[in-house]
């Protein structure tokens, strides 16, 4: 297995950097590696998803991480599967914020409900993080 790390979950370009440095500074913190990881629809790409993926590849090359992206319709399943693979031991989302709170989204529960006892912190747009309960 191994050694752990910080799993960055990334979804969007417009978030990403945010989401990464938040995962850098837990790493930092934790003396941990990290690495970031992406879950884009199934099927063929489009322009649109290559667009995507070169992205958050130049923001989490710049920020000295490497990306992983996986193409299918299940992304919580597929982080998760990934999350075990690499030995999350943190894992880092981002979500939607309303005032100044995070809101769960189906993709945090679910991870979150599969892996209770791993640490999950989550980042909002306006790039505040918070701690899920373990």
């Known amino acids: 297995m191994p050694s752990p790390c ?5 979804a969007n370009p417009a978030s990403c950097r945010n989401i990464v440095e ?7 913190r934790e003396q941990l590696p990290i690495t970031v990881v992406s879950v884009l629809t199934s099927g063929l790409p489009t322009t649109e998803d290559g667009l995507t993926m070169q ?4 923001i989490t090359r710049r920020c000295g991480a490497e990306l992983t992206v996986f193409f299918n319709d299940e992304p919580a399943l597929t982080t998760a ?3 075990r693979q ?11 914020g309303e005032d100044g709170m995070p809101k769960a989204t189906p993709f945090v529960e679910m991870i979150h409900e599969m892996f209770p ?3 999950m912190t ?7 993080t918070f ?4």
Do not use: K, R, S
């Not at 992205?55 to 130049?58: I, Y």
């Not at 701690?131 to 373990?134: A, G, R, V, Y």
């Open 81 to 83: 599967v990934y999350a």
């Open 22 to 28: 938040a995962g850098m500074a837990i790493a930092a």
């Open 131 to 134: 701690l899920l309960d373990t």
């Open 122 to 128: 989550l980042v909002t747009p306006d790039a505040e």
């Open 86 to 96: 690499c030995n999350a031991a943190h894992i880092v989302a981002g979500v939607p």
């Open 55 to 58: 992205q958050l590849h130049n």
């Open 6 to 10: 910080v799993l960055i979950c990334v």
């Open 117 to 119: 006892q791993i640490p």
